[in-house]
């Protein structure tokens, strides 16, 4: 789960990153009583979850109180776009004002701890080529880059981030302060069961701090669990609404772009296997419903309706394992979506398992229109055929 920059900023604060003073707000009114309380000037940073807002006109300095209305008025309810956010943008529905920085004299870096997925251990990044976009800098100029890979029961090592400190040239004063900025920002790693925390730029003020003027991070929704109060910042407004949806009923949605084919499937492995199915038929899916092992008619009746909810879906393809969910239950709920949707697009059904007869008569006698299919090459053969044929 993604937060917003204001969020994860207040989140480093409490572990001891250095973050400039601000507050979110919501409406014009609220951005000027917050840049009275922070004092001029102020940068006014829209808050969505994309980045490149710098180049998008996502960040502007305000130097007066008219300077934050206007900007605050301009981005608010506005469509963003920057490189991240794809064409259709991101409508801005909230600000961060934040006191504004004098850049003069100060240098932009980069800090990040991820998990590196190979070592299967947390790592830590840094560049003293900061501001840019990383993933770029990796591409060109990967010796830009330090690393320092950490063990996940010690923790960073005092004398690993002194390393990585002098790698980016910081000896002599400004030694400790980056040790300490680097330290504090793998505790919050740490600490928030992070994925992801980046700091970007990490600047170094023309008086020597270290401050986090930007800050992405990504949480594990796997540790969600154990933050009540984390979970709670969750803004589903910048989520796909049917990702959204199938959370709230324990469902695994999966927007594909450019097919045409909806799939509901039990499991990763089956969804992988009829993804390579149906293409190999010449077609392709436009989603993945992933309803999981005990899923009841009632969740399957729900994955229907968000399946279909997409609009790119022609044909639907449910391929399914009856093992602990039973083919019964899954024609019932089948049977149910599509009397209460009145389903417009052609529907093939494979499954196999237990009480499998039971579903099959389910289906037939239900008088809707379902094509059945025996194995799943058969399956992805009628799927694409009632999809418009190979794409
Ligand atoms: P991003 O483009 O979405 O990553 O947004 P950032 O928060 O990184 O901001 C982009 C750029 O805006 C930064 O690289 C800075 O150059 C500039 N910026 C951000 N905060 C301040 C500030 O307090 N003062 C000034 N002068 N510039 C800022
Ligand atoms: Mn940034």
Not at 253 to 261: D, S
Request: with cysteine; proline share 4%; aromatic share 4%.
């Amino acid at each position: 789960m993604k937060l917003h920059e204001h969020q994860a900023k207040g989140l480093l604060a409490r572990y001891g990153v250095p973050v400039p003073r601000g507050r979110a707000v919501w409406t014009v009114e609220e951005a000027g009583q917050v840049a009275n309380e922070i004092g001029l000037p102020v940068v006014v940073k829209a808050q969505i979850h994309a980045g490149g807002r710098g180049k998008g006109g996502g960040v502007r300095l305000a130097r007066t109180f008219a300077e934050v209305e206007t900007h605050a008025r301009n981005l608010l309810g506005a469509r963003l776009v920057t490189q991240q956010t794809g064409p259709e943008g991101r409508v801005v529905r909230r600000l961060l004002i934040e006191e504004g920085l004098d850049l003069q004299g100060s240098r932009e870096m980069y800090m990040a701890v991820t998990v590196d997925r190979a070592l299967a251990r947390p790592i830590l990044m840094a560049s003293a080529r900061g501001g840019v976009n990383i993933e770029d800098l990796a591409a060109s100029e990967p010796e830009a880059i330090v690393r320092e890979s950490v063990d996940p029961l010690a923790g960073l090592h005092g004398f690993q981030a002194r390393r990585v400190a002098l790698a980016l040239g910081f000896g002599g004063a400004l030694l400790a302060p980056a040790t300490d900025f680097l330290l504090a920002v793998f505790r919050a790693f740490e600490g928030l069961d992070a994925g992801l925390v980046e700091v970007n730029p990490w600047l170094l003020t023309a008086d020597g701090r270290f401050v986090a003027l930007d800050a992405k991070l990504d949480l594990d929704d796997n540790a969600l669990f154990r933050h009540s109060e984390l979970a709670e910042m969750r803004d589903t407004s910048e989520e796909s609404p049917l990702e959204v949806e199938a959370a709230r009923h324990d469902l695994n949605y999966i927007k594909l772009e450019g097919g045409n084919v909806g799939c509901m499937v039990n499991g990763a492995g089956l969804a992988m296997a009829t993804m390579d199915i149906i293409k190999l038929a010449g077609g392709s899916p436009a989603n993945f419903l992933d309803v999981g092992g005990g899923a009841s008619a009632d969740q399957v009746r729900h994955a229907f309706r968000i399946l279909i909810a997409d609009p790119d879906v022609r044909a639907v393809l449910v391929n399914i394992f009856g093992g602990i969910l039973r083919c019964d239950v899954l024609a019932e709920g089948i049977v149910a979506a599509a009397r209460e949707l009145n389903v417009a697009v052609p529907v093939v059904v494979r499954m196999k398992g237990t009480n499998e007869a039971q579903g099959q008569a389910i289906l037939r006698g239900s008088n809707l229109a379902f094509e059945t299919a025996d194995d799943m090459a058969d399956a992805a053969a009628k799927v694409v055929a009632a999809a418009g044929g190979p794409r």
